[in-house]
């Protein structure tokens, strides 16, 4: 089964261009993780302050043990926090299997 993730973050205006460098170099790191099919991240063409976030893996346990896991993950949380506008939105979704 295919776990995937979404997250929706709205940047402080001031911080979107810092916020969108800092998830491309952290998805380099996590496209590696053991178990991850793929991690990117996107930018809504409407609202260009509003990023979304598509994590997908083999299972829910391969991002809860190796992407939780990497030692850059809390800090890639404590950064996001302090750039966005609001608490950020997380979805969770299997592929159906």
């Known amino acids: 089964m295919v776990f995937n993730m979404v997250c929706f973050l709205d940047a402080r ?5 810092e ?3 800092k ?6 790191v996590y496209r590696r993780d053991k ?9 809504d063409l ?4 509003r990023l979304c976030i598509v994590e997908r893996y083999v ?5 809860r043990v190796h992407h939780q896991g990497n030692p850059i993950f809390q800090p890639t949380i404590h950064f996001i926090q302090t750039r966005i ?6 979805h969770t979704w299997s592929d159906g299997s």
Do not use: F, I, M
């Open 85 to 90: 506008c609001r608490p950020y939105e997380l």
């Open 35 to 43: 178990g991850t099919l793929d991690w990117s991240v996107q930018q």
């Open 13 to 17: 205006p001031s911080a979107l261009d």
């Open 59 to 63: 299972d829910e346990e391969s991002e």
């Open 46 to 49: 409407a609202h260009p302050n």
């Open 23 to 28: 998830l491309l170099e952290v998805a380099a």
């Open 19 to 21: 916020l969108k460098a």
